[in-house]
């Protein structure tokens, strides 16, 4: 029997990742048997399960060093630290993108200069420019939000005529790529975090990489490595810490070994979950397309992403139509996150509510895009039927109320 469109309800939950792999549990119960947790609490020819896990990821990324560390959020105001970002620093920084993006802008006292965002929720390249010349700013920390990667050429090109260093927050894009290049490779540094919700699962932590021996010198001292530093494997030489080691002060957000030995088997089979997140996506993508009121975001060609999440736009619909939208989703077992409302829901705060960063008053496209742009997870404990019955629910809800004759008055 067909499943009826207008009646069915999705079961599944849009927060629960797939287990650990047991070669994972395995490792950590190892750890946890010798004891041995601290990064630097090694047995005589031991190497730390945080030391290889950056050899590994510094492999994966092609990156010369790696540093693990405590948080993604911490990874990224390490970066900023390590590029000399301090008090009153203008930082230039997506508009759209989740808190922790702000924060380490704003907990080291500098300033977040908020960039409009596109249609396809990338960074707007032109005002990237306008923005860096009325700010004067200098650093540039770049959010691939969602895993939408923006033209990584011509904002490469913008950064080298502007002087423009680029620190990539590759949260969502652990595993992606733009023409060939890993995301987090075309900056400075690019920092990932381990977080349930991200394409590794640690609970918590975050890696910085980069190819410039004194960020990654001052990074590793910054993270609270005492004077054990050469104990690290994905490490610039000891030489280069020298001219930092007696003036960088101790910040410790360390990985533990515990961590690194749950990391270890899933970063190897990264590309293979990769595939998975990104054929659900494409079912949805079919099972959505051409829905009329409902805009799907472009993804180019040269963008190789990993999609951990869905988005799609709901373009000038009035504010009550997409509440309905999202309660009648709801109703039906299918969890949408909208980035419009006026106050933070869950994750989805907006750039006016970071009060702390001194945002500005109103980013006209952004405001635009956000007041339409709906968002959910897609965890890989969906099956490729799954994602077609939720496509099935909201196609479905969205046109209920797009043939609504609220909804069409408020039509553009
Ligand atoms: C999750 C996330 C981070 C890092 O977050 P942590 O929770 O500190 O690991 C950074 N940027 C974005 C866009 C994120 O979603």
Redesign the pocket.
């Known amino acids: 029997m067909m499943p009826d469109p207008n009646n069915e309800i999705f079961t599944g939950s849009f927060t629960q990742q797939e287990p650990i792999p047991e070669e994972g549990i395995a490792a950590a119960l190892a750890v946890l048997r010798h004891g041995r947790l601290h990064r630097y609490n090694t047995a005589p020819d031991e190497i730390s399960e945080t030391a290889l896990l950056e050899e590994e990821f510094a492999a994966f990324v092609g990156a010369r060093y790696c540093l693990a560390v405590a ?4 990874a ?1 105001a390490t970066a900023l630290r390590a590029v000399g970002v301090g008090p009153g620093t203008p930082v230039l920084s997506n508009a759209f ?2 808190a ?2 702000p924060g380490a802008i704003a907990a080291l006292g500098a300033q977040p200069i908020f960039v409009e965002v596109t249609q396809d929720l990338t960074i707007d390249l032109q005002d990237l420019v306008q923005k860096a010349q009325q700010s004067g700013a200098r650093v540039l920390l770049l ?1 691939h ?1 969602r895993g939408h990667i923006c033209d990584m050429d011509t904002l490469m090109a913008q950064a080298r005529a502007h002087g423009i260093v680029v620190i990539e ?1 590759c ?2 894009t652990m595993g992606a790529a733009w023409n060939g290049t890993p995301s987090g490779r075309h900056g400075k540094i690019g920092c990932y ?1 381990v ?1 349930t ?2 394409h590794l699962n640690a609970g ?3 890696f910085l990489v980069s190819d410039d021996p004194q960020v990654m010198a001052q990074a590793i001292l910054l993270s609270g490595s005492y004077m054990l530093y050469t104990r690290h494997r994905a490490a610039p030489p000891a030489e280069a810490f020298e001219p930092f080691k007696l003036h960088t002060p101790n910040i410790s957000g360390r990985m533990d070994n515990l961590r690194a030995a749950i990391l270890r088997p899933q970063l190897r089979v990264l590309p293979q979950q990769a595939a998975r997140w990104n054929a659900r996506y494409r079912r949805l993508e079919t099972g959505l397309g051409q829905t009329p009121g409902l805009h799907l975001i472009a993804r180019p060609e040269a963008e190789a992403f990993v999609a951990s999440s869905f988005q799609f736009l709901l373009l000038d619909w009035p504010d009550q139509s997409i509440l309905t939208l999202i309660a009648r989703c709801l109703a039906r077992g299918v969890e949408l996150k909208w980035f419009g409302a006026p106050d933070p829901v869950a994750f989805t705060s907006r750039y006016d509510s970071w009060r702390y960063a001194n945002p500005p008053a109103a980013l006209p496209q952004t405001d635009r895009v956000l007041a339409g742009l709906i968002d959910m997870r897609l965890p890989l404990t969906f099956s490729l039927d799954d994602c077609d019955q939720i496509a099935r629910i909201i196609r479905a809800e969205v046109s209920r109320i797009w043939q609504s004759p609220q909804t069409t008055t408020a039509k553009p």
């Open positions: 948080s993604g959020g911490y990224m993108t989740l922790p993006v959010s939000m927050d949260a969502h975090s977080q919700y991200k918590e932590g975050g």
